[in-house]
């Protein structure tokens, strides 16, 4: 391991790793894995959860390691704001990430079905292909190949879902403020409340998604609704269980007494990865449940 200093001038460089390459391996059986199942290979499933727990192992060996390096000290001032830009980057990439899946739905609900409905300059396309389509939202595709299908209210379980976030997010700054205070078992409470709350979460995104296919016949099938509905609704969701394994990461690491007042950047991180969450949940419940 190179040596540690807090020189400005002395950038810390980490020896060589094998992590980087366990981790390729396993993505690529895990990605490779779910292509070659869904063609109905029956081996692919398997590659796909040998990838998934090859991965894993990376994720613990390489964080470990981070985690023993930052203990250590071996980070000073500089590596410290090359993390923070790392994040913020990472942060940006998802905001665009998601900008265009909403862009995607905005295509959709105000361009694409208007052009078919006979709108503007795209009018001899409604005529000569569906001259009976109507631009409604949502819709079920013309003629209806979508099937018929109900929405899924808003002010049901995905207001409660709102009200879910938005309390996790003030849970979370409760627990930064704890930290940054240095009381270690008040960050704990805070960090296990928030963790709580993502779980409580996605309990209730999965009753949501039964519901919906069970009893509003709403699927990956119901037309451009069902396909941009469970598009953005299970990328967040996907979203939401990452920040609640790292969050739940942090809370092992508070309860550990790994991070002081001026040094807990693993936790900032964390939590502007979880109000970026909350902050993306607010838009869909506006643009997907209730415009």
């Given at each position: 391991m190179a040596h540690a200093s807090h020189d400005k001038e002395v950038y810390f460089v980490p020896e060589p790793s094998y992590w980087p390459i366990v981790g390729s391996i396993g993505l690529f059986l895990l990605v490779g894995g779910v292509s070659?199942?869904?063609?109905?290979?029956?081996?692919?499933?398997?590659?796909?959860?040998?990838?998934?727990?090859?991965?894993?192992?990376?994720?613990?060996?390489?964080?470990?390691?981070?985690?023993?390096?930052?203990?250590?000290?071996?980070?000073?001032?500089?590596?410290?704001?090359?993390?923070?830009?790392?994040m913020a980057w990472f942060i940006f990439?998802?905001?665009?990430?998601?900008?265009?899946?909403?862009?995607?739905?905005?295509?959709?609900?105000?361009?694409?079905?208007?052009?078919?409905?006979?709108?503007?300059?795209?009018?001899?396309?409604?005529?000569?292909?569906?001259?009976?389509?109507?631009?409604t939202w949502p819709t079920n595709g013309p003629d209806a190949l979508g099937g018929q299908f109900s929405t899924v209210g808003a002010w049901g379980l995905p207001a409660i879902n709102t009200a879910i976030l938005l309390t996790s997010s003030w849970t979370v700054t409760l627990a930064h403020h704890a930290v940054r205070a240095g009381h270690q078992a008040r960050t704990s409470l805070?960090?296990?409340?928030?963790?709580?709350?993502?779980?409580?979460?996605?309990?209730?995104?999965?009753?949501?998604?039964?519901?919906?296919?069970?009893?509003?016949?709403?699927?990956?099938?119901?037309?451009?609704?069902?396909?941009?509905?469970?598009?953005?609704?299970?990328?967040?969701?996907?979203?939401?269980?990452?920040?609640?394994?790292m969050l739940t990461v942090m809370l092992f690491r508070s309860l550990k007494g790994h991070f002081r007042p001026e040094r807990h950047f693993a936790f900032e991180a964390t939590a502007w990865y979880w109000h970026f969450v909350d902050v993306v949940w607010l838009g869909l419940f506006i643009f997907v449940y209730i415009l």
């Open positions: 070659v199942g869904l063609n109905n290979i029956s081996w692919g499933y398997y590659a796909s959860l040998l990838g998934l727990a090859i991965f894993v192992v990376m994720l613990f060996g390489w964080f470990g390691a981070v985690i023993r390096e930052s203990l250590a000290d071996m980070y000073n001032a500089q590596v410290d704001r090359t993390f923070r830009w790392a990439s998802e905001v665009m990430f998601f900008a265009a899946f909403f862009g995607a739905l905005f295509y959709a609900r105000m361009l694409a079905i208007q052009w078919l409905s006979g709108a503007g300059a795209e009018s001899m396309t409604h005529l000569l292909l569906w001259p009976n389509f109507e631009a805070w960090l296990a409340i928030t963790v709580a709350l993502g779980i409580g979460f996605l309990v209730l995104q999965a009753e949501e998604y039964v519901h919906a296919y069970e009893h509003l016949n709403l699927t990956l099938e119901s037309g451009i609704y069902g396909s941009t509905f469970y598009m953005l609704t299970g990328f967040h969701g996907a979203h939401v269980t990452l920040g609640t394994i």
